[in-house]
């Protein structure tokens, strides 16, 4: 690992996941997104402007998602008491019925149309409605950033969670909606200009709630 950060209540550390995580205790909640596998199947654009659409070539954009870690995905339930693992459906995972799901509601333009979390909540099926569209408003700096919105949605779902680990961080969005919630967050990130973009969003969102405590005090 070359590089830890600790920020408030996160502590993030830039490098491989495979070097990180045996260095760890275990957790509350493991919730990520990890690489599926699908960088040579990839296909992206802005909604609504179907000629911007492009094929991935193998080029830089998504050369992290080539490959899937497979091994690692298989052992992050094993780390927490619940773990909830977005693109589950790419990893022979145990069945488990409290599956969650996030409807991109657009029918066009989407190579998807909903994506998937395997978890280990012993729940009914339960959906999400978020146009990709939307994610402008939050600010777009991952190829498969997620919304905000729906990492939180997530945590709601684990109200007892003190500590939260992502080890596929890529931007950050599960860091900023821990550190939002109030809860602990560990990050792991092997890619140094994600690293450096998480580190950031989760320092302006720590700051920002630090303000609104003070401001509300
Ligand atoms: C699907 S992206 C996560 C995107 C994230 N949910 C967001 O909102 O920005 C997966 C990330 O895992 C990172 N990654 C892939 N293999 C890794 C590994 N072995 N250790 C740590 N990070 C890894 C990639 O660089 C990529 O940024």
Redesign the pocket.
């Known amino acids: 690992m070359s590089r830890v950060e600790h920020i408030g209540r996160a502590t993030l550390y830039l490098?491989?996941?495979?070097e990180v995580l045996p260095t760890l205790g275990k957790v509350d909640a493991v919730v990520t997104?990890?690489?599926y596998g699908l960088g040579d199947k990839w296909q992206g654009g802005a909604a609504g402007t179907k000629a911007s659409w492009k094929l991935n070539d193998g080029g830089s954009e998504m050369g992290?998602?080539v490959e899937a870690?497979t091994e690692?995905v298989l052992g992050l339930p094993d780390l927490a008491e619940h773990s909830i693992i977005w693109g589950g459906n790419y990893f022979s995972l145990p069945p488990r019925r409290g599956w969650l799901l996030w409807d991109k509601i657009v029918r066009e333009f989407t190579s998807g149309h909903a994506e998937l979390a395997w978890t280990t909540l012993d729940q009914p099926v339960r959906a999400f409605n978020f146009a990709h569209a939307q994610l402008a408003s939050e600010g777009k700096s991952?190829p498969?950033?997620?919304p905000l919105r729906l990492m939180k949605w997530c945590l709601g779902f684990l109200p007892d969670a003190q500590t939260i680990l992502d080890?596929?961080?890529?931007?950050?969005?599960?860091g900023v909606a821990a550190v939002q919630m109030g809860r602990q967050f560990i990050g792991?990130?092997?890619?140094p200009k994600?690293f450096d973009i998480a580190c950031k969003r989760i320092e302006d969102a720590q700051r920002q709630g630090d303000m609104f405590m003070e401001s509300a005090a």
């Open positions: 490098g491989d996941c495979r997104d990890p690489p992290w998602d870690p690692v991952h498969t950033q997620k080890p596929f961080m890529g931007s950050g969005t599960t792991i990130e092997r890619e994600y």
